[in-house]
């Protein structure tokens, strides 16, 4: 597999991963943020657009984490952040794109129909939705790979890889996930957050004692 005209933003990535020496106090007021606007919408009870954001966010972590088993297996992650970032959480995840993601799945929340049978040009309005939201963030994600802070590694993966392999599972799901039956919510939730939890533990907690590397 080709690399692209960076591979050294994979040992830039492992060199500031997990370790506090670019650490900016701004991260306690995003965190601060996300908690109150996640509160204000328990204390509406909006638990469907909580389901909802939840759903994109369990999404997103496997995502990072399967990113970062690509990097243990294979010498490089497809996607890495050098630098930048006040924490970097994987080797492809800034603590300020967590947070955002956090947010991602209720901001779309907000805009998706009452009735789900509700529909544009024949197709359901929410999957137009979630489809759009996930054409927006590749284009964005466009805009970060020109900076020196977000670093495509590999020359097949871009735009159109992450839109089909990442946003469209993190936004359609997210727009599924908001008309669940809420034993359906709560189930998805826990499996996906199980999922994510294991292979944390394994790829993050037991095979770096195992082998003295880091993993993810």
């Not at 991260?27 to 759903?55: H, P, Q, T």
């Not at 399967?66 to 050098?82: D, E, K, M, R, Y």
């Not at 008309?179 to 996906?192: A, D, G, S, V």
Request: charged content about 10%.
């Amino acid at each position: 597999m080709l690399l692209l005209n960076n591979p050294e933003a994979t040992e830039d990535a492992l060199n500031i991963l997990r370790i506090g020496d670019n650490f900016n106090f701004y991260v306690i007021f995003m965190l601060v943020l996300v908690m109150f606007i996640y509160f204000n919408e328990v204390n509406k009870k909006n638990w469907r657009c909580i389901a909802s954001a939840l759903s994109l966010y369990m999404i997103h972590w496997f995502v990072e984490i399967i990113n970062g088993i690509i990097q243990f297996f294979s010498g490089h992650a497809l996607w890495t952040v050098p630098t930048g970032t006040a924490y970097l959480v994987l080797i492809g995840l800034a603590i300020e794109l967590n947070l955002m993601f956090a947010l991602a799945g209720l901001a779309q929340s907000k805009l998706l129909p009452e009735d789900r049978t509700e529909k544009v040009f024949g197709i359901p309005k929410y999957l137009l939705i979630g489809i759009g939201n996930a054409a927006l963030a590749s284009i964005i994600e466009i805009f970060l790979a020109m900076t020196p802070a977000f670093v495509w590694v590999y020359e097949w993966w871009g735009s159109l890889t992450v839109f089909i392999f990442v946003y469209i599972p993190f936004f359609v799901v997210a727009a599924y996930a908001f008309y669940w039956e809420p034993k359906r919510q709560k189930l998805f939730l826990i499996i996906m957050g199980g999922i994510n939890l294991v292979l944390g533990i394994i790829f993050a907690g037991v095979l770096p004692l195992i082998l003295g590397v880091t993993v993810i």
